[in-house]
């Protein structure tokens, strides 16, 4: 794929890009990650309680307008045009409503799909809905003893009133992202930062979108692609022009040079 190519994730999907970024290692150029779910065990999906709160979640109204006004309700923080598109996107009418003007309404995702993301649904392979051992979903953890293996520059756009990048997390990614040595090209660096969005919760990209959108361009622009532009960009080009000869000279050039360090 024509690089750069710049990898954004929220939430679980922060972990997902991560999780992408070192199993097709070199994917990315850079990547954003705004409050990724990402932590050692004592700080996993099991420690958050999300699955009693899924499952204590209401799912559907007699009216689409009651389904309105418990969403705006709940999440009275996000940008109003982001609460929009929520309401507009996330709901849908009940199969037997669908020839009435007005009647029950449920949401678009259910429950079942938003708990998968945190408990594993063992019952699919065991056939038994009881007596199963609770196991929650390890891709967070897996993905914080991976951080070492990052192969592009990071970074970490957090909520200042967010529960899940708190200090202590935030400086455990920091000091653990693209730090393995041995997963780097010779003379090659990578920028590992964060940026912090006072007054915001873990849905920050939700609650001050605009602002999210400058952190992530400015990073983009001033950063990621003055490097690219006059360092790996520049580099590859040069070879991808050389004639096969040019190129062949190159690499004997080169294992010859190894044979005073090897």
């Known amino acids: 794929m024509q690089q750069p190519?710049?990898?954004v994730g929220h939430s679980m999907g922060g972990c997902q890009i991560a999780t992408l970024s070192?199993?097709?290692?070199?994917?990315?150029?850079?990547?954003?990650?705004?409050?990724?779910a990402i932590g050692p065990l004592d700080m996993g999906l099991a420690t958050l309680g999300l699955?009693?709160?899924?499952?204590?979640?209401?799912?559907?109204?007699?009216?689409?307008e009651d389904?309105?006004?418990?969403?705006?309700?709940?999440?009275?923080?996000?940008?109003?045009?982001?609460?929009?598109?929520?309401?507009?996107?996330?709901?849908?009418?009940?199969?037997?409503?669908?020839?009435m003007e007005d009647g029950p309404v449920s949401l678009v995702t259910g429950r079942y799909q938003e708990l998968v993301n945190y408990i594993k649904p063992?019952?699919?392979?065991?056939?038994?809905?009881?007596?199963?051992?609770?196991?929650?979903?390890t891709g967070p953890v897996d993905m914080y003893h991976m951080l070492g293996l990052v192969t592009c520059?990071?970074?970490?756009?957090?909520?200042?009133?967010?529960?899940l990048s708190v200090p202590r997390a935030r400086d455990l990614w920091l000091s653990r992202t693209?730090?393995?040595?041995?997963?780097?090209?010779?003379?090659?660096?990578?920028?590992?930062?964060?940026?912090?969005?006072?007054?915001?919760?873990?849905?920050?990209?939700m609650e001050e979108p605009k602002e999210c959108a400058d952190i992530i361009a400015d990073w983009i622009e001033k950063d990621e692609c003055i490097a690219w532009n006059?360092?790996?960009g520049k580099r590859g080009k040069t070879w991808r022009e050389l004639s096969n000869a040019s190129k062949e000279m190159g690499a004997e050039a080169w294992m010859e040079y190894l044979q005073s360090k090897l």
């Open 122 to 137: 063992s019952f699919i392979r065991s056939g038994k809905v009881n007596g199963q051992e609770l196991v929650h979903q």
């Open 51 to 64: 699955g009693q709160l899924t499952l204590r979640r209401r799912t559907q109204w007699p009216t689409r």
């Open 230 to 232: 006059c360092c790996l």
């Open 178 to 205: 693209a730090k393995l040595s041995y997963s780097k090209e010779p003379g090659e660096t990578r920028k590992v930062d964060e940026r912090v969005v006072p007054d915001t919760g873990h849905f920050l990209p």
């Open 22 to 36: 070192v199993t097709s290692r070199r994917m990315f150029s850079t990547m954003i990650l705004l409050d990724p």
């Open 5 to 7: 190519i710049v990898g």
């Open 67 to 99: 389904a309105e006004k418990a969403l705006r309700t709940s999440f009275s923080t996000w940008d109003p045009q982001v609460l929009d598109l929520l309401i507009r996107h996330s709901i849908h009418s009940d199969k037997q409503s669908i020839e």
């Open 153 to 163: 520059s990071a970074l970490y756009l957090c909520g200042g009133e967010s529960t």
